[in-house]
């Protein structure tokens, strides 16, 4: 399982994974897929949108051996992951947590791909968007953009048990 952190640089390590079915994983961090590991926050999201670090951030993970791997991205973490598939890195399948830019994507991935939002993140995409682009998607009721940081640890949250149940094959859109 590839990780890729959002522009906080979380999770800097993580958890056990393997009650979701990962048991071997690996944490990069935006920052330094970027080239600009020195940024964190605003400075990396700038970096990443206004300038050239999305571009050195895909390219940095094109080069990643990704085949017979799922991966998993926080935010920004996650528009990486989704641009570098779309460019060529192969993966098996793809979860993305909060990744609200994803909005501005037309058309879905060739692998399987879960996106799931916190209900209350004014820059999720529409309910349309969901039905079109995504093959699976999920809204977390009540929760705000950066949910993940709680849910992802807690052994027994709901974003723990779609993630399990989307790799395991039985994921159903809520």
């Known amino acids: 399982m590839l990780v890729v952190s959002d522009i906080h640089g979380f999770p800097e390590t993580f958890t056990d994974l393997s009650d979701v079915g990962f048991s071997q994983h690996r944490v990069l961090q935006l920052a330094d897929l970027s080239g600009r590991p020195d940024l964190r926050g605003d400075d990396l999201h700038h970096h990443l949108f206004n300038d050239d670090g999305m571009r050195h951030a ?9 085949r017979g791997c799922s991966a998993i991205g926080f935010s920004a973490g ?19 947590v909060s990744s609200t830019r994803l909005r501005f994507e037309t058309a879905p991935l060739n692998i399987p791909a879960m996106v799931v939002w916190g209900e209350l993140d004014p820059y999720r995409p529409s309910e349309s968007w969901n039905h079109a682009v995504p093959q699976r998607w999920k ?24 993630i399990a149940a989307f790799i395991e094959g039985r994921f159903l859109v809520a």
């Not at 895909?58 to 990704?66: P, Q």
């Not at 996650?78 to 993305?96: D, M, S, Y």
């Not at 009721?141 to 709901?158: M, N």
């Open 58 to 66: 895909i390219r940095a993970l094109r080069e990643v051996d990704g």
């Open 78 to 96: 996650e528009t990486v992951l989704w641009n570098a598939v779309k460019e060529g890195l192969e993966l098996q399948a793809l979860i993305c």
């Open 139 to 162: 809204t977390y009721s009540g929760k705000q953009h950066d949910f993940y940081r709680i849910e992802v640890l807690a052994t027994e949250s709901p974003l723990r048990a779609d």
